[in-house]
């Protein structure tokens, strides 16, 4: 029902009601105000309608910031005097105006009458009110304050009125919103090295909002992304990255609403950067036009540490390699020619075989390291079957067990390397001709698990503990743990993990969860 305001103090007004729905109903001339709350309130039961005909209470309430509309009321067909030449003054004290429009600009006041001179109207528009609902003078009194009866195929005036109310406080609650969400990216951004966005998802990708350290990272002013001078697409990403950028994008969006990848960027002053960008998509612009929401860092620095690392591991491998063939080929020599010293050059063979696996072994690992490699979708069951072909090719070893379900993961595409590392594990370190191994996969909500079992003998605590993070490599870590490492690592950058436990006999349980994608 609707509640004639009483008394106002300091401490009131109605502190507990909903700014969203509640909303004064201000006539100056007692009466006409409250019957239009009422009827307000029949048509609109989730608004809280207050009638006030006191000016002074009205500001004090608009001060308070609980409310969430204004409606002004003038019934200029009860109003002989009423003409062109009446003032805004005459529908309400310009004070209440003033307050509205400069202290609560985002309250939005409805002027609501019938017979209203034109003049009047402008005039209230000028003076704050936001929109202005005019009822034809031959309008019966009971329609334009009761609602009266509908009229066939026709709304009536205070329905119509009920709905500009709704669709004002609609504007608000986005207008707020958009604050709040503004507020919480530069709260992002103030602690983040990089920028935080919103954008539109076309290739151009318009810069709605964008926040942080935009100058540094792009040399670009906020204001020149967000006017659309400057487009992040056009001008701010590399030529040769756009296609590549939008790709991705889409694809990864379609697959699963969100996406992570590198690609370089060209700065105002002509300089090539390299970036890292991760987002997802958000509610769509009021058109319809898809959104992105994401941040992206300068990761340049990383990039070229990346690629000066691939330069020394490439000469060390040359290098390495060459010497220790070399080696090789005169301790074989030895062992051939010279009797006494069988045990000491085998051990010597074996060494130096050793120490060429690890070579080999240490290749991929930087290839993942520094390569920025996008996440894919990939079919588990498929990966997973070429890494038994590829490990049986090898070892001319096929487990035992297998029992894997079709499923679709997103990782990096070298998941099936995983796969082989742990097979070839569970095939050599086994020691049998024809080693047990059994391969399953459980499917759950958000993963995918593939676990590998293996007879053993148990993976070392030491190798387990730096793979999963509780022990830092010493110097007694020999390496022996690379293709484990290897695994680790895939899993990781792929978005999963990887566990290890033992089965009652002495042997391994392998586990690599990864993110399935729905």
């Known amino acids: 029902m609707s509640r004639l305001t009483g008394p106002a103090t300091e401490s009131d007004p109605r502190s507990d009601d909903d700014p969203a729905t509640s909303v004064i109903v201000h006539d100056r001339e007692l009466g006409a105000g409250d019957d239009l709350a009422g009827a ?6 989730d608004l809280t309608v207050d009638f006030e005909a006191r000016p002074e209470v009205v500001r004090r309430r608009l001060r308070s910031e609980s409310v969430g509309c204004v409606v002004l009321v003038f019934d200029g067909a009860e109003r002989p005097d009423a003409g062109e030449s009446t003032s805004a003054d ?4 310009s004070t209440v105006l003033e307050t509205a429009s400069e202290e609560r600009p ?11 001179p034109s003049a009047v109207a402008a ?6 009110v936001n929109d202005v609902q005019r009822v034809p003078a031959a309008e019966s009194a009971d329609r334009f304050l009761h609602d009266g009866e509908d009229k066939a195929d026709e709304i009536t005036p205070i329905g119509e009125l009920a709905c500009r109310i709704a669709s004002l406080l609609d504007h608000r609650r986005q207008a707020a919103t958009a604050v709040d969400e503004r507020d919480r990216l530069e709260s992002i951004a103030a602690r983040f090295p990089g920028i935080v966005y919103r954008c539109l998802a076309t290739p151009e990708w318009p810069m709605e909002y964008v926040t942080g350290e935009v100058e540094r990272l792009a040399g670009y002013t906020t204001a020149e992304l967000e006017s659309g001078a400057i487009t992040w697409g056009s001008d701010v990403i590399h030529p040769d990255d756009r296609e590549r950028v939008a790709d991705v994008v889409f694809e990864e969006l379609e697959s699963t609403g969100a996406f992570e990848f590198t690609y370089r960027i060209t700065t105002a002053g002509g300089t090539t950067k390299w970036v890292w960008e991760r987002g997802r ?15 992206i860092i300068d990761v340049t620095d990383r990039r070229e540490r990346a690629d000066q690392l691939q330069v020394i591991s490439h000469l060390l491998r040359h290098n390495l390699r060459n010497d220790m063939t070399v080696v090789r080929g005169y301790t074989s020599k030895i062992a051939e020619e010279s009797t006494g010293f069988e045990e000491e050059t085998t051990t010597m063979l074996d060494r130096i075989d050793g120490l060429l696996t690890t070579v080999d072994k240490t290749q991929p690992i930087v290839d993942v390291l520094t390569t920025p490699h996008d996440r894919e979708i990939v079919a588990i069951d498929s990966a997973i079957e070429r890494a038994i072909e590829t490990v049986g090719s090898r070892h001319d070893v096929t487990p035992t067990v297998v029992s894997i379900e079709s499923a679709t993961v997103t990782a990096i595409p070298e998941l099936e390397r995983a796969f082989v590392e742990v097979l070839e594990n569970a095939a050599i370190h086994t020691g049998e001709d024809t080693p047990w191994i059994a391969v399953r996969t459980t499917v759950t909500d958000e993963t995918v698990d593939v676990v590998i079992v293996d007879e053993g003998p148990v993976i070392p605590d ?28 895939i899993v990781r950058r792929s978005g999963g993990s990887l566990s290890f436990d033992e089965t009652a006999d002495g042997g391994n349980v392998v586990t690599l969860a990864l993110p399935r994608l729905e």
């Open 40 to 45: 307000l309130e029949e048509q609109q039961p």
């Open 90 to 93: 005459d529908l309400v004290p």
């Open 106 to 116: 985002a309250i939005p006041v409805v002027l609501y009458g019938r017979a209203i």
């Open 123 to 128: 005039t209230a528009v000028e003076n704050g």
């Open 281 to 295: 998509q958000i509610e769509p612009a009021p058109d319809a036009t898809p959104r992105l929401q994401g941040f």
């Open 462 to 489: 030491m190798e387990r503990d730096v793979l999963t993070g509780e022990r830092t490599p010493e110097p007694l870590f020999h390496g022996t743990g690379l293709g484990l490492w290897l695994v680790e690592l």
